[in-house]
C-alpha cells in the first residue's frame, strides 16, 4: 500500500490518488510435493512489466525452485498504483514512483521467502463453482465464463491454510470518478474467504480479456462489496463437492509469446 498519493493506473483518468481505501497486497503461495515446489505470487496491481517480473522471479530462485516455477501475476485492479507507466498528466512522462516499484518488488519476493519458509505438511483440494450474476461480457455477450475454480491447502488437522480462486472479472466496479487506492471487488473476496475459512486468500485472474466486467449499474464500494462477497460466496458453496486430490505430480508448463505491436 503506498504511503503517498500515487498516479492512478486503470480507465482512462489520469490522477493521483487523495487516500486509501483499502490495502493493496502481495500474497503467495507455495505447492512442495518433495520433489519439485511451485510458488505462486499475486498482487493487487494493474500488471508488472516483464522486467520487474523477471526481476522478482530471479531473486527468488534456486536450485529447488526454477525460474520456471514462479508465478508472478496481478489481479489488475483498476484502482491501483501506476507500475507501468500510463497514466501520468503528462504524456511525456511516466506515471511510475520508481521508489513505489522498487519497494513493491521487494515486497513481493519477502513475500515469497516468507511462503517458502513456513511451509507446511498438507492437503490439497480442488472444486469449482457457477458464480451468478456478478459479470458480464461488454463486447460479446455470447462469450463469458462463470465459474469459479478453487485449490484449498487444508493442514493435516483440518485448518484451511490457503484459499487460491481463479475467476475472470476486470476488478474495475469503482470506475475512473474514484481515486482511493483500493483492490476493488477483490478485497471483500479476501476479506469474507479469510473469515470464514481462516488462512490465506489469493485471487488469480482468468481470461478477463476484451471485456469481461462487473455487471454493475452503480459504482460504488457497496457494489464491489456485493461482487467480491458473491463470489466468496459462491467458491465457499463449491467446496461442499471439493475433491482431494491424490496425484501428487507437479508439473509447470510456460511458453513466453511475442506478439507484434503497430
Known sequence: TPDRPVWLA??????????????????????????????ILTADLIGLMLPDVDEIRRDLASDDLPMDHIIVTSTHTHSGPDVIGLWHADR?????????????KEKMVEVGRLALVDRKDARLF?????????????????VLDTRAVTLRAE???????ATVVNYACHPEVLNKTNRRVTSDFTHYTY?????????V???????LGGMVTPNVTVHSFREAARVGQTLADSVTNGMADEVLLRDDRLISLRRRVRLAVD
Open 126 to 142: 480442488v472444486s469449482k463453482a457457477d458464480v451468478p450474476g456478478i459479470v458480464r461480457n461488454a463486447h460479446d455477450e455470447g
Open 191 to 199: 476479506q469474507r474467504l479469510e473469515e470464514r475459512h481462516g488462512g
Open 201 to 207: 486468500a489469493l485471487l488469480v485472474n482468468g481470461a
Open 155 to 161: 493442514s493435516l488437522d483440518g485448518k484451511t491454510l
Open 92 to 104: 511525456g512522462q511516466s506515471g511510475v514512483d520508481f521508489a513505489y516499484l522498487d519497494s513493491v
Open 10 to 39: 486503470g480507465y482512462s483518468r489520469v490522477v493521483m490518488s487523495d487516500g486509501v481505501h483499502d490495502d493493496v497486497w502481495a500474497r503467495g503461495m507455495v505447492i512442495d510435493n518433495g520433489s519439485a515446489r511451485l510458488l
